[in-house]
Structure formats: C-alpha cells, structure tokens
C-alpha cells in the first residue's frame, strides 16, 4: 500500500467503494473496455492509500433510470450513511445516477458522513 499524505487517516480507515455500472446487458456484452476502466478504480484507490476496497458491480446493466432495481445503488448509499466510507469512486456521475435528486442526495449523505 502506498502512502498517501494527502488522505486523512480516518478517512483510510473506512472502505473505499468502487462503483461499477453499463446501462444495458448490450454495453455490458460489447463495450468490455468501460468495465475494464470502472474496475481500474480499484487500484487508483488502493494507490491512493485504501486498504479496504469493495467494488460494487450489481448494477450491470441496469438503467439508471430505474432507480429500485439497482441494488448496487442502495447498498452503497446505506454503507455511506452508516459512516463506514471513506471515498466513492467512479468514472463519471452518470455512473452513479442519471437523477439530480439522487445525485444531491448522496453528496450531502457524503458530506454528513465525512467521506
């Protein structure tokens, strides 16, 4: 593990979650090249000083839009509020939800939760 001066211990302390989704079992099937990208968020947090990293992938190929199918999603949302993260990463915002509302809401989730 590389040390990382820049990360606060208690963040460190918490896991890093990576965040893994295509839209549509056709992405899934023909655009391996973004997976391989998503999951490459596993050792830029390990880089970063993360011993603890749990990528999260249930939502392959499954919509955004369809908010109470991704149960990536929830799971993530739920380990954030229980203050058990210390950073979420993912290679854009449309990764994490197409919505606004979702989207603002797991920012001031993370804020309160200091990850």
Not at 102 to 113: P, R, S
Request: proline share 5%.
């Amino acid at each position: 593990m590389l040390h990382n001066p820049t990360m606060p211990p208690d963040h460190l302390a918490k896991q890093a979650l990576v965040y893994v989704r295509q839209s549509t079992p056709k992405q899934v099937l023909h655009k391996q090249e973004r997976q391989r990208v998503q999951y490459a968020l596993v050792e830029r947090a390990r880089a970063l000083g993360w011993p603890q990293i749990e990528g999260i992938d249930d939502d392959l190929g499954h919509s955004a839009s369809t908010g109470p199918q991704r149960v990536g999603f929830k799971t993530r949302w739920a380990t954030v509020v229980l203050g058990e993260v210390g950073i979420v990463l993912s290679t854009e915002v449309a990764r994490l939800s197409r919505t606004d509302k979702d989207w603002c809401h797991l920012l001031e989730i993370c804020k309160v939760c200091d990850t």
